[in-house]
Nanobody
């Protein structure tokens, strides 16, 4: 059974940092791209970042809104993808989800998620 389990969310002040984790199981980790998405109340879901988990690839993509602040990485030995979030802003407040993704384009509208984790809440106070 495919499972994606997010953790690491919480409440942080603006300018602070959080690291989210996405622990994957039930599939061959190296064969898939894993992405991070977020959804704030009343807003559409948006792509944040994704990483091609293959140890021979490792390409990463970011939404413009998080470039320079967020870093995605993977630990293939642990089947885990991380999202390091720095310089957090109140507008980063959202539920964050990891997902298995098909990437058709480097920009978020070209990422097609097809399997989701349960999400973790990130709240950034001003």
């Amino acid at each position: 059974e495919v499972q994606l389990v997010e953790s690491g969310g919480g409440l942080v002040q603006a300018g602070g940092s959080l690291r989210l984790s996405c622990a994957a199981s039930g599939f061959t980790f190296d064969d898939y791209t894993i992405g991070w998405f977020r959804q704030a109340p009343g807003k559409e879901r948006e792509g944040v970042s994704c990483i091609i988990s293959s140890s021979s690839d490792g390409r990463t993509y970011y939404a413009d809104s998080v470039k320079g602040r967020f870093t995605v990485s993977s630990d293939n030995a642990k089947n885990t993808v991380y999202l390091e979030m720095n310089m957090l802003k109140p507008e980063d407040t959202a539920a964050y989800y990891c997902a298995l993704v098909l990437v058709f384009d480097p920009i978020p509208r070209g990422w097609s998620p097809f399997y989701w984790g349960q999400g973790t809440q990130v709240t950034v106070s001003s």
